[in-house]
């Protein structure tokens, strides 16, 4: 079965400066996708930045960029940049290729210090 | 168009009544999910709807819990007999197809006491 797993479940991070929030998981699949999803608190989910496991180039969204490392199984997710707009919880998902289910991790509390 | 709508926003009940969350899926959106997520955790996954038929269950709690789809639009989820530990965030989401992205709406906070 896949796992995702996110260690940090706080960060803070001072406005206009850099942070990265990790993220592991574990699959025999070749062929998935990986997602950062932000959720602030009106709870609505909203993704930040999408990865296909057979790209080696990482995703970028503007300040959002990723750090994919398919055979270490890791996938972290850097903010630059910070703005107070980005405090929310980051949520890491993974799902196998022609699935529909996600799998979540337990999310990172990001605040962002003015 | 419009995003994935949910209602209600809130809800308290006490232990034991029935609740009704609904979930408005974006237009054209065959699938659609339903996930839980309790404080501190991720979200765990219900169930799933293609069309009004729901190939997997599977994320179903207990027998307690059931969901319908009519009209390949609107879903209902209903918690039977409430619990306190029923008490969650109820997320919906909708995508194009199966494979595609999922769009989640704003969620239900419940809360039995």
């Known amino acids: 079965a896949q796992t995702v797993t996110q260690s940090q479940p706080e960060m803070s991070v001072q406005e206009a400066e850099t942070v990265t929030l990790s993220c592991t998981y574990d699959?025999?699949?070749?062929?998935?996708?990986l997602f950062w999803y932000k959720q602030p608190p009106s709870r609505q989910m909203i993704l930040v930045i999408r990865?296909?496991?057979?790209?080696?180039q990482n995703a970028t969204e503007n300040r959002f960029s990723v750090n994919f490392q398919k055979a270490a199984k890791s996938f972290s997710l850097k903010i630059s940049d910070s703005q107070l707009g980005d405090a929310a919880m980051y949520f890491c998902a993974y799902c196998t290729s022609g699935t529909y289910k996600y799998i979540f991790g337990t999310g990172t509390r990001l605040k962002v210090l003015a | 168009g419009a995003g994935v709508s949910q209602s209600p926003s809130n809800k308290v009940t006490e232990k034991g009544k029935d609740v009704e969350l609904r979930c408005d899926p974006i237009s054209g959106h065959t699938a659609l999910y339903w996930y839980r997520q309790s404080l501190g955790q991720g979200l765990e996954f219900l169930i799933y709807f293609q069309g009004n038929s729901a190939p997997d269950k599977s994320g179903l709690p207990s027998d307690r819990f059931s969901a319908e789809r009519t009209g390949g639009s609107v879903s209902t989820l209903t918690i039977q007999r409430t619990q306190q530990e029923d008490s969650a965030v109820y997320l919906c989401?909708?995508?194009?197809?199966?494979?595609?992205?999922?769009?989640f709406g704003p969620g239900t906070r419940l809360t039995v006491l």
């Open positions: 699959t025999s699949e070749s062929d998935y996708y």
């Open positions: 990865q296909e496991a057979y790209k080696q």
């Open positions: 989401a909708s995508s194009l197809t199966s494979e595609n992205e999922q769009f």
